[in-house]
């Protein structure tokens, strides 16, 4: 999902290699890095294709993930390194780095299939905004992204509201 939203609001987050390193680091990502416009321009690929997941049926979904995972010979073990206990790895840690990206991704939605928990992907609902996000709250009821502030916008906007009308 942070993946996805290094692209909306027609602002690119992930500019150049430097950036994209810059945001592996915030998210803790290990294993080798190119650091190359090639290696992002693969990253741009893979962050489209997965948000298209977003807009997708069921089926579309599966594709896409199945498409992913086989693309990178997804072949899981389990590790422990840095501050990490055991996990799951499914490429090595030197494949490429869009392959790792993307087989996490994959892995993560395989799970949301599985448990019949598509509806959990949804874009934020600010009407300025088109982030995406994951509902992992137990009642299903998270509308906004946690991007630009959103959720607080919109309070505040319906807040304001109330009270025009109140007058």
Known sequence: MDLVNTAHDDTERLPDPAA???FLDEQGFTGDRAGTDAELAGVHALRARIEAIWDADEAGVVEVVNG???EA???PRLTRHDHWDWHLHLTDPQAPLVDRIGTEVAMAIADLIRANDLDRLKRC???D???VLVDLSRNRSRRYCGTGNCANRAHVAAYRAR???AI
């Open 129 to 131: 905004c088109d982030a």
């Open 125 to 127: 609902a600010a009407e």
């Open 20 to 22: 994209l390193d810059a």
């Open 73 to 75: 010979r997804a072949l």
């Open 68 to 70: 992913i995972l086989a």
């Open 163 to 165: 009270k025009a009308e």
